[in-house]
Nanobody, 120 residues
Framework: QVQLVESGGGLVQAGGSLRLSCTAS????????MGWFRQAVGKEREFVAG?????YYADSVKGRFTISRDNAKNTVWLQMTSLKPDDTAVYYC????????????????WGQGTQVTVSS
């Protein structure tokens, strides 16, 4: 079992940056693949970035977002730069024991989400 808590969301102007954090409970954090997903109003939840042995990104954020983790701190981050209004969504942290994936159904543990709003 792992519990996830996100933080760092907020309101930012287009072109700005935000860093989201996700802190996990438990002592086996390093065994989990971590992912960030987002869900905009009226849209399905979509994959943003993942990290396990390597990092991987959705095409829409590649080159602008960076996912990283510190297993000693039980924390994964999502550094977001060059933000666009289309990035506005609730961002969720997710965990999966073992290897990662790009589908929400791949992940068994979810945080409560943090709102990111990008104004034009």
């Amino acid at each position: 079992q792992v519990q996830l808590v996100e933080s760092g969301g907020g309101l930012v102007q287009a072109g700005g940056s935000l860093r989201l954090s996700c802190t996990a409970s438990g002592r086996t954090f390093s065994r989990y693949a971590m992912g960030w997903f987002r869900q905009a109003v009226g849209k399905e939840r979509e994959f943003v970035a993942g990290i396990s042995i390597s990092t991987y990104y959705a095409d829409s954020v590649k080159g602008r977002f960076t996912i990283s983790r510190d297993n000693a701190k039980n924390t994964v981050w999502l550094q977001m730069t060059s933000l666009k209004p289309d990035d506005t969504a609730v961002y969720y942290c997710a965990a999966r024991l073992g290897i990662g994936g790009r589908e929400a159904s791949d992940y068994g543990y979810w945080g409560q989400g943090t709102q990111v709003t990008v104004s034009s």
